[in-house]
Nanobody
Framework: QVQLVESGGGLAQPGGSLRLSCAASGFTFSSYAMSWARQAPGKGLEWVSGIYSDGSDTYYADSVKGRFTISRDNAKNTLYLQMNSLKPEDTALYYC?????????????WGQGTQVTVSS
């Protein structure tokens, strides 16, 4: 069955960095677009970033442009999110999601999430 397991979250200081990983199994990872989303306490879900199956297209929410970088290693079945210049407003539960196709962002599976807390 499809499994998405996020890791790499934790506590970071403002201006610091974290790298999230999402280990995928149970499907052909290289055939599907993937994304990161987040949900802060008391707020709705925000789509943070996405990447096509072959990495040919990426998108970023305006709130993270220039600070976050999405990437994937299809040989390792792993999705990444490099987060730099972290801000307190980046505090949230971060999820990875699998798309239904290679080149669109429409999702059918989610991970359990990894908590990111940015605080001094």
């Amino acid at each position: 069955q499809v499994q998405l397991v996020e890791s790499g979250g934790g506590l970071a200081q403002p201006g610091g960095s974290l790298r999230l990983s999402c280990a995928a199994s149970g499907f052909t990872f290289s055939s599907y677009a993937m994304s990161w989303a987040r949900q802060a306490p008391g707020k709705g879900l925000e789509w943070v970033s996405g990447i096509y199956s072959d990495g040919s297209d990426t998108y970023y929410a305006d709130s993270v442009k220039g600070r976050f970088t999405i990437s994937r290693d299809n040989a390792k079945n792993t999705l990444y999110l490099q987060m730099n210049s972290l801000k307190p407003e980046d505090t949230a539960l971060y999820y990875c999601a699998k798309s239904v196709v290679a080149d669109e962002y429409e999702y059918d599976y989610w991970g359990q999430g990894t908590q990111v807390t940015v605080s001094s």
